[in-house]
């Protein structure tokens, strides 16, 4: 029995001491994420809810198993050239994540195009990242003194392959099953495994550093569709019925030559809109910009899973996001004809910018097949004040109106704010409502904390670029990104302690505003959505309608015979003229679906 156990743990001493070397770096990776600039080690932020240990475990097992194929000395080998290749990749992953925000994917070389869209150097070598590599130095040490015993294994091949096919049978087997039980049946609570995050360091430390990378190259090798002949026919034709042969009127061209800043405010519902909350305004700056504005008072939110970034998606090219995945994470490489397209033909120098990593939401990536000239990420901004979810809105509008002074005109500069984020915690010393103590205590006193505390650092931007001579030849186009309180915490203020009902109801809309000292103040009520922001500016900044006609989804709300639209979940608002607009409006995502997972508009171009 002796001898039974001193075999069995010399078969099988490298390959336990792998599994657990392998499962060290990965544990030291997780801590370094989110560590100051990714340089330091953290383990108290390693994971966000339990974490599946046991699946990361077997994963590992899963790819050590192959050593049992070989000799004694095959299997030095072979650990040491898995050790080598994981200690590399995770080295490149953090690496690749102090410079973007999310890590290396099989998407990278199969669309180089989005690869490293910040264009930062990926060469960041901080001394934290020796780590990776010490074992090798402990394995060299102990062959080289002799203190690793040779056990001979001489077992035949058939055996090697069982004990191989065993391991990696069973450990893959518990790794589906744990899947299952984890994201499939949700069996467990607060835990998640092969489920993608808006944020990249929650998925990578949810899957393992390993476990992403299996799921990675599964997910992206099979995300893409190619379309048929009948397809693209049928998306052409799409797009000639929803072409309205109208005369341009006086909109064309009515800003044209201007610069063009896009604000998409955060949970910004229409409700508030002039109205006021114990006596004071709730938007005082917006409502002041109505009068110089073309002020949508009757536009819908169509985000689908993707939220905030599928406004960002949808404002951008007049596309729908896809339903069954989150489009930005899914599919950044799709090609679109995007207004940063459309301005940089027109002499524009286009700019993307967020207060936040590239990767969250992947936000970054789809900019870049944009083909925007310049991205922003919360790296080109001083982190001086934090509230929330990040910079603070009033700090970084007013860093970010510093930046554009330098650039030359005209410019479009994308725009999205964050401090007015559910929960709608705002410090005290910034709430500028005076509200009594059960509203500003209910959810619903929250919410208008947080619009109010983001309509007054909009109007300190506003000033600011005043200040630098840009205000008159600027065009301010301010949205929401989708609603906020109604949308996600509704049933925390059903009983708010506010009179009136003009609060109480989930319209699903949000205000679309466009903004200029020259525009006499006019509100235009036809139905809408987010769809059709890009062909509206594009018509108003003089872009011709046949550059964008065949490729937007939208309609153009200042010159349009249309009074329809449709919401997320397919209810129709507005009122289609017939059967047919009906029919067309219900199509679109079943469209937009074969747009973006067919890259559509590129096998057009091509």
């Given at each position: 029995?002796?001898?039974?156990?001193?075999?069995?743990?010399?078969?099988?001493?490298?390959?336990?001491?792998?599994?657990?070397?392998?499962?060290?770096?990965?544990?030291?990776?997780?801590?370094?994420?989110?560590?100051?600039?990714?340089?330091?080690?953290?383990?108290?932020?390693?994971?966000?809810?339990?974490?599946?240990?046991?699946?990361?475990?077997?994963?590992?097992?899963?790819?050590?198993?192959?050593?049992?194929?070989?000799?004694?000395?095959?299997?030095?080998?072979?650990?040491?050239?898995?050790?080598?290749?994981?200690?590399?990749?995770?080295?490149?992953?953090?690496?690749?994540?102090?410079?973007?925000?999310?890590?290396?994917?099989?998407?990278?070389?199969?669309?180089?195009?989005?690869?490293?869209?910040?264009?930062?150097?990926?060469?960041?070598?901080?001394?934290?990242?020796?780590?990776?590599?010490?074992?090798?130095?402990?394995?060299?040490?102990?062959?080289?003194?002799?203190?690793?015993?040779?056990?001979?294994?001489?077992?035949?091949?058939?055996?090697?392959?069982?004990?191989?096919?065993?391991?990696?049978?069973?450990?893959?087997?518990?790794?589906?099953?744990?899947?299952?039980?984890?994201?499939?049946?949700?069996?467990?609570?607060?835990?998640?495994?092969?489920?993608?995050?808006?944020?990249?360091?929650?998925?990578?430390?949810?899957?393992?550093?390993?476990?992403?990378?299996?799921?990675?190259?599964?997910?992206?090798?099979?995300?893409?569709?190619?379309?048929?002949?009948?397809?693209?026919?049928?998306?052409?034709?799409?797009?000639?019925?929803?072409?309205?042969?109208?005369?341009?009127?006086?909109?064309?061209?009515?800003?044209?030559?201007?610069?063009?800043?896009?604000?998409?405010?955060?949970?910004?519902?229409?409700?508030?809109?002039?109205?006021?909350?114990?006596?004071?305004?709730?938007?005082?700056?917006?409502?002041?910009?109505?009068?110089?504005?073309?002020?949508?008072?009757?536009?819908?939110?169509?985000?689908?899973?993707?939220?905030?970034?599928?406004?960002?998606?949808?404002?951008?090219?007049?596309?729908?996001?896809?339903?069954?995945?989150?489009?930005?994470?899914?599919?950044?490489?799709?090609?679109?004809?995007?207004?940063?397209?459309?301005?940089?033909?027109?002499?524009?120098?286009?700019?993307?910018?967020?207060?936040?990593?590239?990767?969250?939401?992947?936000?970054?990536?789809?900019?870049?097949?944009?083909?925007?000239?310049?991205?922003?990420?919360?790296?080109?901004?001083?982190?001086?004040?934090?509230?929330?979810?990040?910079?603070?809105?009033?700090?970084?509008?007013?860093?970010?109106?510093?930046?554009?002074?330098?650039?030359?005109?005209?410019?479009?500069?994308?725009?999205?704010?964050?401090?007015?984020?559910?929960?709608?915690?705002?410090?005290?010393?910034?709430?500028?409502?005076?509200?009594?103590?059960?509203?500003?205590?209910?959810?619903?006193?929250?919410?208008?904390?947080?619009?109010?505390?983001?309509?007054?650092?909009?109007?300190?931007?506003?000033?600011?670029?005043?200040?630098?001579?840009?205000?008159?030849?600027t065009v301010l186009m301010i949205y929401g990104d989708h609603c906020g309180v109604h949308k996600f915490y509704e049933d925390l203020i059903?009983?708010?302690?506010?009179?009136?009902?003009?609060?109480?109801?989930?319209?699903?809309?949000?205000?679309?505003?466009?903004?200029?000292?020259?525009?006499?103040?006019?509100?235009?009520?036809?139905?809408?959505?987010?769809?059709?922001?890009?062909?509206?500016?594009?018509?108003?900044?003089?872009?011709?309608?046949?550059?964008?006609?065949?490729?937007?989804?939208?309609?153009?709300?200042?010159?349009?015979?249309?009074?329809?639209?449709?919401?997320?979940?397919?209810?129709?608002?507005?009122?289609?003229?017939?059967?047919?607009?009906?029919?067309?409006?219900?199509?679109?995502?079943?469209?937009?679906?074969?747009?973006?997972?067919?890259?559509?508009?590129?096998?057009?171009?091509?």
């Amino acid at each position: 029995m002796k001898d039974f156990f001193k075999k069995l743990i010399y078969n099988n001493w490298l390959f336990v001491a792998m599994v657990l070397i392998i499962q060290g770096k990965s544990m030291l990776l997780l801590s370094m994420l989110r560590a100051t600039n990714s340089s330091g080690i953290d383990f108290k932020t390693m994971y966000f809810g339990v974490p599946a240990i046991g699946a990361h475990i077997l994963i590992i097992c899963l790819i050590f198993s192959i050593i049992y194929l070989f000799k004694y000395k095959g299997k030095i080998r072979t650990a040491i050239y898995l050790d080598l290749i994981i200690s590399l990749l995770f080295l490149f992953d953090i690496w690749y994540y102090r410079a973007n925000g999310t890590f290396l994917s099989i998407r990278h070389l199969l669309h180089p195009e989005i690869f490293n869209p910040i264009g930062k150097s990926l060469l960041n070598f901080k001394l934290v990242d020796l780590f990776f590599f010490i074992d090798f130095l402990i394995f060299y040490i102990l062959f080289k003194f002799n203190k690793v015993r040779d056990f001979k294994d001489n077992s035949k091949f058939t055996i090697r392959l069982i004990k191989t096919l065993s391991i990696f049978i069973l450990s893959g087997g518990i790794v589906y099953l744990s899947h299952y039980c984890i994201d499939i049946k949700g069996l467990v609570p607060n835990q998640s495994f092969f489920r993608l995050s808006w944020a990249p360091f929650q998925t990578y430390s949810d899957m393992s550093p390993l476990g992403y990378h299996g799921f990675d190259l599964s997910y992206y090798t099979g995300v893409s569709k190619e379309l048929t002949a009948e397809e693209v026919n049928e998306v052409k034709s799409w797009f000639e019925n929803n072409k309205e042969n109208i005369e341009d009127n006086k909109y064309a061209g009515y800003l044209k030559g201007k610069n063009l800043i896009a604000i998409q405010v955060e949970s910004l519902e229409n409700f508030v809109i002039n109205q006021k909350v114990n006596g004071q305004e709730i938007t005082p700056t917006l409502n002041k910009l109505l009068s110089n504005s073309l002020y949508f008072d009757n536009i819908y939110e169509q985000n689908n899973s993707g939220t905030s970034s599928d406004a960002d998606l949808m404002v951008n090219t007049s596309i729908f996001p896809v339903r069954n995945h989150s489009t930005f994470p899914t599919y950044p490489w799709t090609k679109y004809n995007s207004l940063q397209q459309l301005l940089n033909e027109e002499g524009y120098t286009t700019i993307s910018t967020h207060a936040e990593l590239p990767g969250s939401w992947n936000w970054a990536e789809p900019h870049k097949a944009f083909e925007t000239n310049k991205i922003w990420d919360i790296k080109e901004f001083n982190l001086d004040e934090v509230i929330g979810l990040g910079l603070s809105d009033e700090s970084y509008l007013k860093q970010l109106a510093n930046k554009l002074k330098n650039e030359e005109n005209p410019f479009y500069t994308f725009v999205a704010t964050l401090t007015s984020h559910g929960p709608f915690e705002i410090p005290q010393d910034k709430k500028l409502l005076d509200l009594p103590k059960e509203l500003d205590e209910n959810m619903l006193g929250a919410y208008f904390q947080s619009i109010r505390y983001t309509d007054e650092a909009i109007k300190l931007f506003i000033e600011e670029l005043d200040k630098n001579g840009q205000l008159d030849n600027t065009v301010l186009m301010i949205y929401g990104d989708h609603c906020g309180v109604h949308k996600f915490y509704e049933d925390l203020i059903t009983d708010a302690p506010l009179e009136g009902d003009w609060w109480k109801d989930n319209h699903k809309e949000i205000p679309f505003i466009i903004y200029n000292k020259d525009i006499k103040g006019e509100i235009i009520s036809n139905v809408g959505g987010q769809v059709d922001f890009l062909p509206t500016i594009s018509y108003l900044l003089g872009v011709e309608k046949e550059k964008f006609q065949d490729t937007s989804m939208g309609r153009i709300l200042v010159n349009t015979n249309r009074n329809s639209t449709i919401l997320n979940d397919g209810e129709i608002k507005g009122s289609p003229k017939d059967e047919n607009e009906e029919k067309h409006l219900k199509d679109v995502f079943k469209i937009a679906d074969m747009i973006i997972q067919g890259d559509y508009f590129k096998i057009k171009t091509n």
